[in-house]
């Protein structure tokens, strides 16, 4: 890795067979190698009975290179790819409780929370809970909005991920699908030998 390389935060993109015992078996992988994984998501996608992973590391390329290799090694994964933030479309989801007295006492907390998209969706006698969706700067400076105001709670959800140059993988699958097989003839040794290979 040369001096000028530097860590940034990856995206790596899993496709795989719907498995018990296949997130442990990945998330070793990162273990091993000391890797923190910063946000896992896991979804249906776009094909029935396939499912998707969404992982962010920050990491070099070239580790992140090797890892997802590896992480392909795996018998369930169809797919393992990486991307950089720019390469795809991502969002969050955030969650905020606060207390509904100190929302209708200051109406500069409503217009705070309007100016940030965020919308109310439940609202209570003792709190209520704002949604917004963005990056991770977006949420975090909601916080930082709300804390002066007695922030009860916040949850974040892990990233979700779209691939802006990607054809999905129905595409990969059709492609599989049109491969001729090979037409080389591979000669098996033992075809002749008839019932000798199998006596012991």
Avoid: C
Avoid at 95 to 102: A, E, H, I, P, Q
Avoid at 139 to 163: C, K, W
């Amino acid at each position: 890795m040369s001096e000028a390389e530097e860590k940034k935060e990856f995206n790596i993109t899993i496709y795989t067979e719907n498995q018990i015992g296949l997130l442990s078996r990945i998330a070793i992988i990162f273990t091993r190698r000391k890797i923190n994984i910063d946000s896992l998501n896991t979804s249906p996608s776009e094909i029935d009975s396939i499912h998707r992973f969404n992982i962010v590391i920050n990491e070099y390329e070239e580790v992140v290179r090797k890892l997802t290799r590896q992480i392909e090694k795996q018998v369930e994964v169809l797919k393992a790819y990486y991307h950089t933030n720019e390469d795809v479309i991502w969002q969050e989801l955030a969650l905020y409780k606060v207390s509904t007295d100190v929302i209708a006492e200051k109406v500069s907390v409503e217009r705070l929370l309007r100016e940030n998209g965020a919308r109310a969706v439940v609202i209570r006698k003792d709190y209520t809970v704002f949604e917004t969706t963005g990056h991770r700067e977006e949420t975090d400076n909601l916080i930082n909005i709300l804390q002066p105001y007695g922030l009860i709670e916040f949850v974040r959800s892990a990233r979700v991920a779209i691939i802006k140059d990607s054809e999905g993988f129905n595409s990969k699958l059709r492609e599989f699908e049109r491969l001729e097989p090979g037409e080389e003839v591979i000669e098996n040794e033992y075809l002749n030998q008839g019932q000798k290979v199998f006596t012991m």
